[in-house]
């Protein structure tokens, strides 16, 4: 099936179409993506984190052992939504550093969203960037997700 929908206030039908092909499932995976403000944000990096600054991005995964390995459904019973879609977490973007960094590195507020939010579902689906390697497989997988939707830099 390998499918993501992203729930949220905005339409992220391309980002999650792009997600296709990039894990294997046997369902519809499903992710909701929030947004804060630079105060919200500090908050939620202090109390999940213990990290007292503003980010831009934080990741709440679901899920654990998921990471490229077949996602099944049958292994999740608890993790169903309502439309029988598996939750696998859920994602904060501030926005306000969102369009700070679109500002600093040069590109509309559009793609550094889009990056943002792919960064986030890499970390639901068990990415991580703790190590050189790690943090290259994950920059791969992110860059290919976003030339599916021409969010590449500009």
Sequence with gaps: MNDLKIISEEDFTALAQAFGGEFKSDCTLACEIITADGEEIRRLNRETRGVDSVTDVLSFPSLDGIFGVEIKKENFPYDIDEDGNLFIGSIVVCTERAKAQAEEFGHSFKREFNYLAAHGVCHLLG????????????????????????????
């Design 127 to 154: 990415y991580d960037h703790m190590t050189d390697e790690d943090k290259a497989v994950m920059r791969e997988k992110e860059e290919r997700v976003l030339e599916k939707i021409n969010a590449v830099r500009e």
